[in-house]
């Protein structure tokens, strides 16, 4: 099957689903990633950026300054083995982290970790930002500002922003915040991907809000019942999640 033509929608769609990124495992030798099918076989780096009591975690010395936690296989594992996409993404679960990303790979933060694989292709995951909905309150969970890095094949609430006025959204008329924002209707308020995040807002021709918008407190009350639970957020400017501190 070709994939050259990326920009097509329904082909980026089937490559986000069925297809996921592979990257040397070591990271810094001029070998190219690329697309395999989830039901490959590759191995995998396990990395969080809380730390797990489950099994041996570890930062890396060498690695960047911003390098989450990195876990560390050992032989009762007997996980030293190659996995599909999912097996992967369950097994770094049970260990109470997730994936490594390509940028953390590259960063040395996975290397050494036990099972050989600095030389062979691993897994990776692309991860984006989710906040509270409400923008967090002082003293309650997270607190103020509180979110989250989290793959982003996850399933969390989303709020659609626009920068024009349109008919049937929710005025906003404060200048930190969009010209509209989304008003769902109850049967749409599920749990998404950030893809399917991305395209839900797009369908309706506005885009996820960005963190700036949810720390404002620009989209309180839209629908759904999403103020107090972590939603899609993006960034306009993003900086690398290295450089977020």
């Given at each position: 099957?070709?994939y050259a ?43 969080s ?34 996995l ?24 040395g933060?996975a ?38 890095h989290?793959?982003t ?5 989303v ?21 509209s ?23 309706k ?15 309180l009350?839209?629908g ?11 960034d ?10």
């Open positions: 099957q070709n033509d990326e920009g097509d929608t329904r082909v980026l769609s089937i490559l986000d689903d069925e297809y996921k990124m592979v990257h040397l495992g070591i990271g810094k030798i001029d070998m190219e990633p690329y697309r395999a099918s989830v039901n490959d076989v590759h191995g995998v780096k396990c990395c950026h809380q730390f797990s009591k489950i099994g041996k975690w570890t930062r890396k010395p060498d690695g960047a300054a911003w390098c989450p936690f990195s876990y560390n296989f050992s032989n009762e594992d007997d996980k030293c083995n190659l599909t996409f999912d097996e992967a993404d369950e097994f770094c679960s049970s260990k109470g982290g997730r994936i490594c990303t390509a940028d953390e790979l590259h960063a933060c290397t050494e970790n036990g099972c050989g694989f600095d030389l062979e292709y691993v897994w990776t995951v692309e991860l984006n930002t989710v906040h509270r909905g409400n923008g967090g309150i002082p003293g309650v969970d997270g607190g103020w500002g509180e979110h989250r989290v793959p094949n996850e399933l969390h609430g709020k659609c922003c626009s920068d024009k006025w349109k008919r049937n959204w929710i005025p906003r008329d404060r200048k930190t915040c969009p010209r924002s989304y008003k769902f209707d109850r049967d749409e308020c599920k749990h998404m991907t950030f893809k399917q995040a991305t395209d839900f807002c797009a369908s021709g506005g885009r996820v809000c960005s963190s700036n918008e949810i720390l404002s407190r620009c989209v009350g839209n759904c019942d999403f103020d107090n639970e972590m939603v899609w957020t993006t306009f400017n993003r900086a690398k999640l290295g450089g977020a501190g």
